[in-house]
């Protein structure tokens, strides 16, 4: 999912409009409430609604792709929440600069953004599921989407 969000974003970002942005900020609204309740499934959606809302207007194939990528993952996302609500902070942090990059039209910042934000989750289920498995690949993908080991 994290590499088809990535690339979505530059595409379906600059058609985004207040009422997207809206919907992004009520998800973000909905997840601490969830938090605070100890709603799994609250969280979850409100989580899901608010990354749906950064790439709803992408072309209809590529976001028929996130979304199926998106179920086909939900899963490793349940191993990452495990029995409570992600309280933690840098999600809410990553969460509301995503928010703020697309609202001030930054498409590269709002890819950056989530690219960091879906990476750090990569990894955080990766060292959950596999401790073993070191994730360079994911790290690289990283650096690739910000522009590290660039000529120049």
Not at 125 to 143: D, G, K, M, N, Y
Request: proline content about 4%; hydrophobic content about 45%; some cysteine.
């Amino acid at each position: 999912v994290t590499g088809v969000q990535t690339c979505a974003l530059p595409i379906s970002g600059p058609h985004l409009d207040g009422g997207d942005y809206a919907a992004m900020a009520d998800s973000c609204e909905a997840m601490a409430a969830a938090a605070d309740a100890d709603d799994v499934a609250g969280w979850r959606a409100a989580d899901a609604a608010f990354h749906a809302a950064h790439y709803s207007r992408a072309p209809q194939r590529l976001h028929h792709e996130v979304i199926r990528l998106a179920e086909r993952n939900d899963l490793y996302r349940s191993v990452w929440l495990r029995d409570a609500p992600h309280r933690d902070a840098q999600t809410v942090i990553e969460h509301e600069r995503i928010l703020q990059a697309c609202k001030q039209r930054s498409v590269l910042e709002a890819v950056h953004g989530i690219a960091r934000h879906q990476a750090r989750i990569a990894i955080t289920v990766l060292t959950t599921a596999v401790p073993e498995r070191e994730p360079a690949i994911i790290r690289a993908a990283l650096q690739l989407v910000l522009g590290f080991g660039q000529a120049g």
